[in-house]
């Protein structure tokens, strides 16, 4: 049972533009997100985080919105550049939890120069 | 610098065999964990531990051990009991277990198994 969803495997998008990752989850008592990228054969680095007292959470050129009654999070990056090509993975935890990270399957975004 | 080792980078077992993979912390962080990834899914909870001399299964971790004697270091043991053990592993810390507490990743092991 996959809780926490990224249905996009693959997204490309032109230098400059916009990106856009979504990322779905199934259990309401997630009520914090976080939002990881991960270059080939390296490990994840944290991005970006929002709780859900929060709808929008801004970091320079990445921000995250999170809309609870659809269950749906989404991270965009703007303007997209070259070094943003990795895949990104979007997280959750429980209210209930105090460890426990969900990871979603990971979405790869090549950035076009 | 502060951070998170893993060595190898690359390690490769004959099946049948057991091998640790090492994880080590300077970052003074309580809280350690040993994630797996496969192609196409995401990271996997194997084992976690949230101080020294305990630790706690996770999602997945049939067919491997921990043990965590200092701070530092989480050592993963990938047993001949593990089916499927051809993956990308990644260690990871954070200040506590708590949920809030951002965990920063080392840079991954890849086992093959042949």
Redesign the interface.
């Known amino acids: 049972d996959q809780q926490v969803k990224q249905n996009s495997p693959s997204l490309s998008v032109q230098e400059g533009r916009i990106s856009i990752l979504n990322c779905d989850y199934t259990n309401s008592m997630f009520d914090y997100f976080l939002w990881y990228k991960k270059y080939p054969a390296e490990g994840p680095t944290f991005l970006i985080s929002i709780s859900s007292i929060k709808d929008k959470n801004e970091d320079g050129r990445f921000t995250v919105f999170l809309n609870k009654s659809a269950k749906h999070l989404s991270l965009h990056i703007v303007p997209s550049q070259p070094g943003d090509s990795a895949v990104y993975f979007c997280a959750a935890s429980r209210v209930s939890g105090t460890y426990k990270y969900i990871f979603g399957t990971g979405t790869r975004l090549k950035v076009l120069a | 610098d502060g951070g998170?080792t893993?060595s190898p980078?690359y390690l490769f077992r004959k099946e049948g065999q057991n091998v640790t993979l090492s994880c080590e912390q300077n970052l003074n962080h309580d809280?350690m964990?040993w994630y797996r990834q496969d192609p196409?899914?995401?990271?996997?909870?194997i084992y976690?531990s949230?101080i020294v001399n305990d630790f706690q299964k996770?999602d997945i971790a049939e067919g491997y051990s921990v043990s965590r004697e200092k701070k530092e270091s989480f050592p993963l043991t990938v047993t001949s009991a593990q089916k499927n053990p051809t993956a990308f592993y990644?260690?990871?810390s954070s200040v506590t277990?708590?949920?809030?507490d951002?965990?920063?990743?080392?840079?991954?092991t890849?086992l093959t198994v042949l």
């Open positions: 998170i893993q980078k809280a964990y196409g899914q995401g990271l996997r909870l976690y949230q996770g990644l260690c990871a277990s708590g949920r809030r951002t965990q920063y990743f080392g840079p991954g890849r």
